[in-house]
């Protein structure tokens, strides 16, 4: 048998395999879909259209299998049994949820708020006597952008003599241990001048791994947290800058509604929202008022009390 006839048969068997693979791959039927997508929604606020559903019967799938179970409908029934809230829901969450995160993402976004938002509050918190500022990272994922945040605080002038607390939380656990880690690979760090990334990382001998110091780690600590868990978040205290970027466009309108008056009791009366360019708030605008002189930032305010909520 020559080279080219060996490689074709190789070649052949590794596509049969291949299609054997996807033919075990399953599709949740619309009315068990809908039970999931329920369920996903009751513990996270987060709801799956239809049009998701091989991404979210794949990673179902991946989940029923390691627990030993035969299909769908005995995973459904597991999670519905009383140990499941404790041992296998942030499982569940760590496989649907997307971390899809880098530092200093939207960058133009970032500088209008350090020059517009944070240095101006810097230096209204020192004139009333106040020397602590303390930032939440409403979704931080693997801790990209609350990492940024102190980045950026590092090497703000303005910042001198401040103290700040940086919180990230996140709904996935898988990240929150990642977060504490600190370690990136290259397609994380991609925006990170090289300076900084001299200044503040140590990298691996193999140029893979690039790891945060302790210095900067030391400013930002990391916790699970749910958005649509009232009580938790109202533990967490005040917060001066909310970031919560690109995750509300998760929510359906109920559960953004939700999230946002858990961000609000969080923040005191010129606190900020900073939400991500894809999220459009104004129908939530009896919670929060938009400052438009600086759209481009995507900063928020609180709204008057009595501010009518949209009809629309």
């Known amino acids: ?6 490689a074709r048969e190789r070649q052949q068997e590794q596509n049969a395999q291949s299609a054997q693979i996807g033919a075990k791959k ?4 619309p009315a068990l879909f809908e039970q999931f997508s329920d369920f996903i929604y009751k ?16 990673k179902l799938q991946k989940r029923y299998e390691v627990l030993g ?11 519905q049994s009383p140990t499941a809230k404790q041992t296998e829901y942030h499982k569940l969450m760590d496989e649907v949820t997307i971390n899809e995160t880098f530092f ?19 230096r209204k918190r020192k004139l009333e006597g106040k020397k602590k500022l303390r930032f939440w990272s409403c979704a931080s994922s693997t801790g990209d ?32 241990e990642k977060a504490n880690k600190a370690e990136y690979r290259k397609y994380a760090i991609r925006n990170i001048p090289v300076d900084m990334l001299t200044q503040y990382f140590t990298t691996s001998v193999d140029g893979h791994i690039h790891t945060l110091k302790q210095e900067v780690r030391n400013m930002v600590r990391f916790q699970e947290c749910n958005l649509m868990d009232s009580d938790r978040i109202r533990m967490l205290g005040k917060f001066d800058f909310a970031f919560c970027r690109n995750v509300l466009i998760y929510f359906d309108e109920d559960s953004k509604e939700k999230a ?5 009791s969080t923040l005191p009366e010129d606190g900020f929202l900073i939400a991500g360019h894809s999220e459009n708030l104004y129908s939530h605008r009896h919670i929060f008022k938009a400052v438009k002189e600086h759209s481009q930032a995507h900063a928020y305010t609180k709204a008057p009390p009595g501010t009518e909520k949209s009809r629309f």
């Open 1 to 6: 048998m020559s080279l080219l006839q060996q």
């Open 26 to 29: 399953e599709l949740l039927p």
């Open 43 to 58: 513990i996270s606020g987060i709801r799956f259209q239809y049009a998701k559903n091989y991404f979210l019967s794949s």
């Open 69 to 79: 179970l035969p299909g769908f409908q005995e995973y459904l029934k597991y999670l």
């Open 104 to 122: 200093f993402r939207n960058q133009p976004q970032l500088e209008l708020f350090e020059k517009e938002f944070l240095i101006p509050l810097i």
């Open 145 to 176: 952008e609350a990492y940024t945040m102190a980045l950026q605080l590092l090497t703000l002038p303005e910042a001198r003599g401040m103290q700040f607390e940086i919180v990230g939380t996140d709904i996935c656990r898988d990240a929150i």
């Open 260 to 264: 946002l008056q858990n961000i609000y």
